[in-house]
């Protein structure tokens, strides 16, 4: 069935009308979901992201994350989440805005997603549905914008 299939059978059978998709090797941490559904509630037509952290690299002591993001310059790898050369932020825990999703983690409105992964998008495709998804989320709806406060 493969996951975009899978993605998608698991869209039309839900009930709710959040629908958050993770890969199975991911761990949240506590309070991890506030910070997407507070996006999503402003705009639902946006995709939310947590910040995807390894776990060995937390810096407890600073409170700093290691965050893998699509930056809006396309940087993307492991590396600590300094984005103060690409936004100018007086507060680090607004939303980043991303060109793109990492695929493993994201939360949207079932409805927004069945906008903007319809069947018929997967059955022409096999291992590009995030980029097909997030080219899709900013030009037909809201875009990608990733929440700091959101670590998993």
């Not at 959040?18 to 999503?40: R, Y």
């Not at 992201?49 to 790898?77: K, N, S, W």
């Not at 997603?113 to 998008?121: D, K, S, V």
Request: aromatic residues 8%; negative net charge; hydrophobic residues 45%.
């Amino acid at each position: 069935m493969g996951i975009a299939n899978s993605r998608i059978r698991g869209m039309e059978e839900a009930e709710g009308d959040v629908i958050a998709f993770l890969d199975s090797h991911m761990e949240v941490m506590d309070l991890w979901l506030e910070p997407l559904l507070n996006i999503i509630s402003r705009d639902p037509g946006t995709l939310a992201q947590p910040c995807v952290t390894m776990a060995a690299e937390i810096d407890v002591i600073r409170g700093i994350h290691t965050c893998i993001p699509f930056l809006m310059h396309m940087q993307y790898g492991f590396g600590f989440l300094s984005l103060d050369h690409v936004y100018n932020w007086e507060n680090t825990t607004q939303p980043v805005p991303s060109p793109a999703l990492l695929g493993g983690a994201l939360v949207g409105l079932k409805s927004t997603l069945m906008r903007l992964y319809p069947r018929e998008f997967v059955s022409t495709s096999w291992g590009v549905e995030n980029n097909r998804l997030s080219i899709r989320s900013w030009l037909c709806e809201g875009g990608i914008l990733v929440a700091p406060c959101s670590q998993i």
